[in-house]
């Protein structure tokens, strides 16, 4: 009999299937957190959304000035009139008030799209809805956050409750 020189190297078949059922393993317990993670973060951005709303509307209150809610498909910005009136346009920034920067900026997290139903939104002295013109707003408007779950906040009209 004679012996071979050469060694074959490699892993044998157990060892492969052990890798792969251990794979198998941690798929099945990180998958479903990580989706479950993912739906926390869009409902935690839409209750910040309905913040900003909120504070805006205070903001305009408290001030007895518009106040606008940019909004784009990226972010959202506020803005207050210089002076009173319900036709002055918003042109001051409003400071972040968690960094006391010198603007307020929202961005939504990674797969969510900011929508606005129809025109701006803007609150008038008293909190509520105006369009553009400084009439006070007689459709509700909505905000939709959009993704691979739409999640809308609806701004009352005439009163401006959010919801």
Same mark, same amino acid.
């Given at each position: 009999?004679?012996?071979?020189?050469?060694?074959?190297?490699?892993?044998?078949?157990?060892?492969?299937?052990?890798? &792969?059922?251990?794979?198998?393993?941690?798929?099945?317990? =990180?998958? @479903?957190?990580?989706?479950?993670?993912?739906?926390? $973060?869009? !409902?935690?951005?839409?209750?910040?959304? %309905?913040?900003?709303?909120?504070?805006?509307?205070?903001?305009?209150?408290?001030?007895? %000035?518009?106040?606008?809610?940019?909004?784009?498909?990226?972010?959202?910005?506020?803005?207050? =009139? =210089?002076?009173?009136?319900?036709?002055? =346009?918003?042109?001051?920034?409003? @400071?972040?008030?968690?960094? &006391?920067?010198?603007?307020?900026?929202?961005? @939504?997290?990674? &797969?969510?799209?900011?929508?606005?139903?129809? &025109? @701006?939104?803007?609150?008038?002295?008293?909190?509520?809805? !105006?369009?553009?013109?400084?009439?006070?707003?007689?459709? $509700?408007?909505?905000?939709?956050?959009?993704?691979?779950?739409?999640?809308?906040?609806?701004?009352?009209?005439?009163?401006?409750?959010?919801?």
């Amino acid at each position: 009999m004679r012996e071979s020189s050469c060694l074959i190297k490699g892993f044998s078949y157990i060892e492969l299937v052990t890798v &792969g059922l251990l794979l198998a393993v941690v798929v099945t317990i =990180a998958l @479903p957190k990580m989706s479950i993670n993912l739906t926390n $973060d869009r !409902l935690g951005f839409a209750d910040q959304v %309905r913040g900003v709303v909120l504070s805006a509307q205070k903001t305009a209150i408290a001030t007895r %000035r518009n106040v606008c809610v940019n909004v784009t498909a990226s972010s959202i910005t506020l803005k207050r =009139a =210089a002076s009173t009136g319900a036709s002055q =346009a918003c042109s001051i920034d409003l @400071p972040d008030p968690m960094t &006391g920067g010198n603007s307020f900026s929202l961005n @939504p997290p990674v &797969g969510l799209v900011l929508q606005l139903s129809s &025109g @701006p939104l803007i609150f008038g002295a008293q909190g509520e809805p !105006l369009t553009s013109s400084g009439v006070v707003k007689t459709t $509700d408007t909505q905000l939709v956050l959009s993704g691979s779950q739409n999640i809308s906040i609806t701004i009352g009209q005439i009163s401006g409750h959010v919801y």
